[in-house]
């Protein structure tokens, strides 16, 4: 991935889990990352050390992206550190389970506030501030395309994800691509909270691995798709999860 040396990478929710391994990574083959977070300023702050200690280049900016004035001032800060922003990854996101009876108004609020809005409001950010020939990375879900009881709301959050990159890779032109992931169960905080042994074997033998994934897994296409060689790739959700579905 030599050809993501000096590109600037900003990637939302980058304080832990697949974010925090993605603003490593980047940062590992010679690109520039803005790392951002709403509130884990810790880790967000070990996650800059770390890259730091690699000889990596980074900065992070607070903004919640469910809120548009802090979406904006995300992508202002980022272009005032390193003048331009060449790829953009929409990896903030919350999810939580709960049968749609019993299913609160908060909790689709919140599910749709971060994960629906929040890429609407980075897209709208990237409309004119990504550089010409940039690379747009959301992050929806392989719950879209499995029937798991819990997780309707989330599921139609992130299928809303799956159609708004769609569209948006028609409209933005000015060369850039723009893809979605859609990762299986991962190794990270976020997904193993609340979950017993039990649940997690039984999730880990429901594809061709027999295994959860780790957020290396889910890295390693971030990295293809924000690269030149995916260049043609455009408009497409790409399933991440070892054959589940």
């Known amino acids: 991935m030599s050809n993501l040396k000096d590109k600037v990478v900003l990637i939302t929710g980058s304080s832990k889990g697949i974010g925090a391994d993605m603003a490593k990574a980047f940062a590992a083959v010679g690109a520039k990352v803005v ?3 709403a509130s884990s300023e810790t880790a967000a702050q070990a996650v800059l ?3 730091e200690a690699q000889g990596g280049q980074a900065v992070i900016v607070k ?3 469910s809120k548009e004035a802090e979406v904006g001032a995300l992508f202002d800060q980022a272009l005032q550190t390193y003048g331009r922003i060449d790829v953009l990854v929409n990896n903030a996101g919350v999810f939580d389970t709960c049968a749609i009876k019993d299913s609160k108004e908060a909790e689709f609020d919140r599910q749709f506030n971060i994960n629906v809005k929040g890429t609407f409001f980075t897209l709208k950010e990237a409309a004119t501030k990504l550089a010409d020939g940039g690379s747009v990375i959301n992050f929806s879900s392989s ?3 499995v029937m798991f009881p819990g997780y309707g709301i989330y599921s139609a959050s992130k299928a809303a994800v799956e159609q708004m990159s769609r569209v948006f890779s028609k409209e933005v032109g000015r060369g850039i691509s723009v893809n979605s992931i859609a990762p299986g169960p991962t190794n990270t905080e976020l997904f193993l909270t609340g979950k017993s042994e039990e649940t997690l074997a039984r999730l880990a033998a429901s594809n061709a691995f027999n295994r959860i994934a780790e957020p290396e897994d889910i890295t390693r296409l971030g990295l293809f ?3 030149d060689d995916a260049k043609w790739i455009s408009g497409q959700t790409i399933a991440a999860n070892g054959a589940m579905a």
């Open 35 to 37: 790392i951002n977070y």
């Open 49 to 51: 050390t770390d890259i």
């Open 63 to 65: 903004a919640d992206v």
């Open 143 to 145: 719950t879209t395309k």
């Open 225 to 227: 798709l924000a690269s």
